[in-house]
């Protein structure tokens, strides 16, 4: 499975921005993954910021709740995240991630950058 994120980019705080992870490749019924993203600011550990299960069942970290939503298009094998209300602190390099069973895919970063 291939993943390809873009969207991400340089926007003032308040600001909105969305992100977008194409997912393409062997698995036959992409619409069984699990999706979601995670995101790695400088100096610090990857973290995950939204997922989404094959269901559409989504969560969240406390830190971007009420501000970033997470959601899928099937039919493009693409999942989005909404983000707004943006902060200086959610600055990172965002990543896509895919999931099923056991197996584990990741797509090329995108970065935000956030201005105060």
């Known amino acids: 499975v291939q993943l390809q994120a873009s969207g991400g980019g340089l926007v003032q705080a308040g600001g909105s921005l969305r992100l977008s992870c194409e997912a393409s490749g062997s698995i036959s019924n992409l619409r069984a993954l699990g999706m979601g993203w995670y995101r790695q600011a400088p100096g610090k550990l990857r973290e995950s910021v939204a997922r989404?299960?094959?269901?559409?069942?989504?969560d969240y970290a406390d830190s971007v709740k009420g501000r970033f939503t997470i959601s899928r298009d099937n039919a493009k094998n693409t999942v989005y995240l909404q983000m707004n209300s943006l902060k200086s602190e959610d600055t990172a390099v965002y990543y896509c991630?895919?999931?099923?069973?056991?197996?584990?895919?990741w797509g090329q970063g995108t970065l935000v950058t956030v201005s105060s």
């Open positions: 991630n895919a999931w099923l069973l056991r197996l584990d895919y």
């Open positions: 989404i299960n094959s269901g559409g069942s989504t």
